[in-house]
């Protein structure tokens, strides 16, 4: 699809965002609240040479002052949060762009019985799964690897 500027919610130690930028040679920007996260993935950037735009901060925050378009948004930080960020995200998304959000189906639980202590979060996902296949500007399909994938295609 020609990905050319990518961003990502929940860098990590920045394992995602190096091999987006290693493998389809995107200009990525990623976002990571946790310090000693984003010291970690900022040395990992470096090791492998990577120019990737590391922003260290709550994506809540940071999500309304990024421009847009990028071709993907991958959503890889707080799952209970999604449905939050769900607007800022369409609007940074250009047309025939890809949300990619991760982790949907978590153990089987969204699709199952959550056990009581995860309802709450498991609540949040399935309103922001709600919120996704409802959306007219967007074509959604949920995959079942790992703990589910959504891939949303912005019409
Ligand atoms: C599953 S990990 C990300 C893994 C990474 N995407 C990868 O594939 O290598 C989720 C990350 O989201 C971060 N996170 C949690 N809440 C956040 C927030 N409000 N804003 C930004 N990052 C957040 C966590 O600190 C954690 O590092």
Redesign the pocket.
């Known amino acids: 699809m020609g990905a050319d500027r990518i961003l990502?919610?929940?860098?990590?130690?920045?394992?995602?965002?190096i091999a987006l930028s290693l493998g389809l040679g995107a200009e990525v920007t990623?976002?990571?609240?946790?310090a000693a996260?984003a010291r970690r993935a900022r040395e990992n950037i470096a090791a492998f040479g990577c120019d990737i735009r590391l922003i260290e901060?709550?994506?809540?925050e940071?999500l309304p002052c990024l421009e847009g378009p990028y071709t993907i948004i991958?959503l890889?930080?707080?799952k209970a949060?999604y449905k939050n960020y769900f607007q800022e995200c369409k609007r940074l998304l250009g047309h025939g762009g890809l949300l990619v959000s991760?982790?949907v189906l978590l153990y089987g639980w969204v699709r199952g019985d959550p056990p009581k202590k995860r309802r709450m979060l498991i609540e949040h996902i399935r309103e922001y799964l709600n919120l996704l296949q409802s959306d007219p500007d967007f074509e959604t399909q949920i995959f079942e690897f790992g703990e589910g994938v959504a891939v949303s295609k912005k019409l």
């Open positions: 990502e919610v929940g860098t990590g130690e920045g394992l995602t965002a990623t976002i990571e609240r946790d996260r901060g709550d994506a809540a940071i991958f890889d930080g707080p949060q991760d982790d």
